[in-house]
């Protein structure tokens, strides 16, 4: 059983940073592959970023503004995101995959998900 539990999210201005985290249970949670994903008003869940003791991993709307973190002390995992604009207003949801292989960029690869926080960046 694995809970997550994400935080930080709210309005800010375009231009602006703002800081998620996850909160995860387990004693495991070093051993997972962790995952952001968003999902703006009609459209899909789309994949962010990824950490796991391999590498991290962005999305090319990602990569250069948002970066990825964890604290295994904490249970947590974080992203930072700077640079923000009008398309990055979503629902950030973060997720675990006790996966390390390919496909790391579908949801489907995951098997845990929290309940998501929302990020609304005006212009």
């Known amino acids: 059983q694995v809970q997550l539990v994400e935080s930080g999210g709210g309005l800010v201005q375009a231009g602006g940073s703002l800081r998620l985290s996850c909160a995860a249970s387990?004693?495991?949670?070093?051993?997972?592959?962790m995952g952001w994903f968003r999902q703006a008003p009609g459209k899909e869940r789309e994949f962010v970023a990824l950490i796991n003791w391999r590498r991290t991993y962005y999305a090319d709307s990602a990569r250069g503004r948002f970066t990825i973190s964890r604290d295994n002390a904490k249970n947590t995992v974080y992203l930072q995101m700077n640079s923000l604009n009008a398309e990055d207003t979503a629902v950030y949801y973060c997720?675990?995959?006790?996966?390390?292989?390919?496909?790391?960029?579908?949801?489907?690869?995951?098997?845990?998900w929290g309940q998501g926080t929302q990020v609304t960046v005006s212009s």
């Open positions: 997720a675990a995959s006790t996966n390390y292989e390919s496909g790391l960029t579908v949801g489907q690869s995951y098997g845990y």
């Open positions: 387990g004693r495991t949670f070093s051993s997972y592959t």
